[in-house]
C-alpha cells in the first residue's frame, strides 16, 4: 500500500517568509494524524543552516514518520546562461539537502513561462538543466520528480511545462533511473486539461503523487478552460477545499495508479482552512488507500 504523507500547505508564509512557526511546532500539530510522512520544502528558513539539517530529520524520525519528498523549485528556463547554472547548483544543494534529511524524492520544476520563449527552446533548456543535476541525484541516492505544477509562490510566471502536451513531451525527452513524474489531479484543472487524461499519458512515470481537491466557484469546467487557467493568479474559479469533496475522482486516480503498480508515496497537500480539514482529508486518502490497496490477512 502507498504510504501517506502531507505538505504544510496552509503554514507556507510562517515556515517560509516570517518564521512564526517553527518546523517542531508543524510536527507536533501533524503527528496525531497518523501520517507515515511530511514532506518538506526546500525554503523553510529553518533549513537554511545545513548543520540544521539531521536536528530537522530527527525531529521527524523521533515522533514515528520520514521525510520522504522535498520540495524545490527550480526556474530552468531562464535564457541566461549564467542564471541557469546558478539554478542547477541550487537544485544540487536541494539534493543534498534532500538526501541529508532522509528523502529519497526531490522535486524539480520546469521553470517559469516567459512570454518570449518559444516551446522548443524552452524544453531544451529545462532538458538540458534537469540532466545536469542527475549525477548528483544518483551520487546522493535521490531519485528527482517533476510535477505537472501551476506556479510557485514567488514567481511571475505560471509554469514552462504547465500545459499536458508540453508537460508530457518533457517528461518523454529525460529517460533516467533517477528521473519520474510527482502527479497532481488539481494542477491539470488549473491547466485547463483533464487531470485522468494527464495520468493515463504519464502513468508509467509516476513516482509520488500530491493530494488535494479543487472546487468551482462559479461557472463550468469549460468555462474555466475558456479562460485558460494558466493566467498570472490563481483561477478565480477555483480554490482549494477537503479532499473528496472536490473535482478530482480519487477512485479513477487509485485504479489507475494500482494498475501500474504504484506503491510509493502520497502527499496531502491541503488544510488552507485548519487542522480539522486536514484530519478529513486525511481519513478520506486513508480510506482510499485501503480501499484500492487492500492488505491480504
Known amino acids: 500500500m502507498p504510504k501517506l504523507a502531507a505538505f504544510p500547505k496552509a503554514f507556507m508564509r510562517q515556515l517560509v517568509k516570517d518564521g512564526t512557526m517553527t518546523l517542531r511546532e508543524w510536527v507536533d500539530l501533524a503527528a496525531p494524524l497518523g501520517l507515515d510522512g511530511l514532506e518538506y ?6 533549513l537554511a543552516d545545513p548543520a540544521r539539517w539531521p536536528h530537522a530529520r530527527r525531529e521527524v524520525e523521533s515522533r514515528g514518520m520520514v521525510i520522504p519528498m522535498l520540495c524545490c523549485s527550480p526556474d530552468f528556463s531562464h535564457p541566461d546562461e549564467a ?18 534529511l532522509g528523502a529519497k524524492f526531490c522535486r524539480v520544476l520546469s521553470g ?12 531544451s533548456l529545462v532538458v538540458e538543466s534537469i540532466e545536469a543535476c542527475l549525477p548528483e541525484a544518483e551520487a546522493c541516492g535521490v531519485t528527482l520528480i517533476i510535477e505537472n505544477h501551476y506556479k510557485d509562490d514567488f514567481w511571475s510566471y505560471p509554469e514552462f511545462a504547465q500545459k499536458m502536451d508540453v508537460f508530457c513531451e518533457l517528461v518523454e525527452r529525460i529517460q533516467h533511473p533517477r528521473f519520474g513524474v510527482n502527479y497532481d489531479p488539481s494542477n491539470a484543472f488549473l491547466a485547463g486539461d483533464d487531470p485522468l487524461e494527464l495520468l493515463r499519458r504519464v502513468k508509467h512515470r509516476v513516482l509520488t503523487m500530491h493530494a488535494s481537491d479543487r472546487f468551482l466557484i462559479e461557472g463550468t469546467l469549460d468555462d474555466l478552460r475558456r479562460e485558460e487557467g494558466g493566467a498570472e493568479g490563481y483561477a478565480k474559479r477555483l480554490r482549494h477545499g477537503e479532499i473528496g ?7 479513477a486516480i487509485f485504479s489507475t495508479l494500482r494498475s501500474v503498480g504504484f506503491d510509493s508515496w502520497v502527499s496531502i497537500e491541503d488544510g488552507v482552512d485548519g487542522m480539522e480539514q486536514l484530519e478529513a482529508s486525511v ?8 480501499q484500492h490497496w487492500p492488505v491480504l490477512d
Not at 517559469?112 to 524544453?123: C, D, F, N
Open 41 to 46: 520544502y526546500s525554503g523553510m528558513l529553518e
Open 83 to 100: 542564471f541557469r547554472r546558478r539554478e542547477i547548483e541550487k537544485e544540487k544543494h536541494w539534493i543534498r539537502m534532500a538526501a541529508s
Open 112 to 123: 517559469q513561462r516567459r512570454p518570449e520563449l518559444t516551446r522548443e527552446r524552452g524544453i
Open 245 to 251: 469533496k472536490g473535482l478530482n475522482d480519487y477512485d
Open 283 to 290: 481519513r478520506f486518502v486513508r480510506r482510499k488507500l485501503r
